[in-house]
């Protein structure tokens, strides 16, 4: 039987260009900083100086949501954005297979937690999700017990996805069937129901569903919805030809969220309809729709709008 390949930062550092291997080893050494840190944070207070290096609000106020019609929501923290401000490493543009589609970091889940009290107060009609882990998380964790979830329609939503351009914002291809299986158990372990997410927004092919909204599939064929398939194809487009992970260009995602926003023209319920997304795309959002908003969209934010 033929072994498989392991692409860990340091045979990554070995078939990439020479002039990015100090970073493929840095990568390395700061994933397991930031782990070790965390095993850290379980044991801290709230108040210790360590966690002040985190920039980690786990309260989050809500901004305008009463009157408005349109309810945004920032996913909670990610293990991404942990990463980040654990390390304070910034190398979007190389590759590692930890980093893509993260979950939510525990301390994102206390996030939601915490909002959840006020979302269970808005009553939603529908709320429109990113198909990636950690929007789907956020969105489970803040609707668990909302007095309205059997009523509420929760569609995953590929048009409001993350913009793909950095390692973070890229779906690990045949993953999407078991986040909802792996959510709707986790949910059940918590003695909570499940949302039900709708998929009719989804491809056909709904584990390719990322480079069927940017319009390349044709660069996927014959490749298996699996993660040996991707990493090599990532490792052969990206680690051993140097290039930066851009896969979508500004103007297809402003064209993907004015494609999103023009189904709210003609909107005539009454009831609030949620958006959880991810702050790109949220930018892109309030730029549309000639929003100002006077706060920062950190990881947990809740803003109301009207479109």
Not at 252 to 262: G, I, T, Y
Request: net charge positive; with cysteine.
């Amino acid at each position: 039987m033929q072994q498989k390949i392991v692409f860990d930062t340091n045979s990554l550092s070995q078939i990439c260009p020479v002039e990015q291997r100090e970073s493929y080893i840095l990568l390395g050494q700061k994933l397991q900083e930031a782990k070790d840190f965390e095993d850290k944070l379980h044991h801290m207070n709230d108040e210790d100086h360590e966690w002040d290096k985190l920039q980690i609000q786990l309260d989050c106020t809500p901004h305008n949501i009463k009157n408005s019609k349109y309810i945004i929501v920032r996913h909670a923290l990610a293990w991404h954005n942990y990463f980040k401000r654990a390390t304070e490493f910034r190398d979007r543009n190389i590759y590692s297979y930890e980093l893509m589609d993260p979950p939510l970091h525990y301390l994102g889940k206390k996030q939601c937690e915490k909002m959840r009290p006020e979302i269970n107060q808005i009553e939603f009609d529908r709320v429109y999700i990113s198909p990636l882990l950690r929007t789907i998380q956020t969105a489970q964790l803040l609707f668990q017990d909302h007095p309205q979830k059997d009523q509420i329609k929760f569609i995953l939503c590929p048009h409001i996805s993350e913009k793909i351009s950095s390692q973070y914002s890229i779906y690990k291809w045949g993953n999407l069937t078991n986040i909802l299986q792996d959510v709707q158990s986790e949910s059940f372990n918590q003695n909570n129901s499940p949302i039900k997410f709708d998929i009719s927004e989804l491809p056909f092919e709904k584990e390719f569903w990322q480079f069927v909204l940017i319009g390349k599939q044709e660069k996927i064929q014959g490749l298996k919805p699996c993660k040996e398939d991707q990493e090599q194809f990532l490792v052969n487009k990206f680690v051993k030809k140097g290039q930066n992970i851009t896969l979508e260009k500004t103007k297809h995602a402003e064209k993907r969220v004015k494609v999103f926003l023009e189904k709210f023209k003609n909107n005539q319920t009454n009831s609030k309809i949620g958006i959880v997304s991810h702050s790109q795309i949220i930018k892109l959002i309030l730029s549309q729709t000639n929003k100002i908003v006077e706060t920062k969209i950190r990881n947990g934010t809740v803003i109301g709008i009207d479109i």
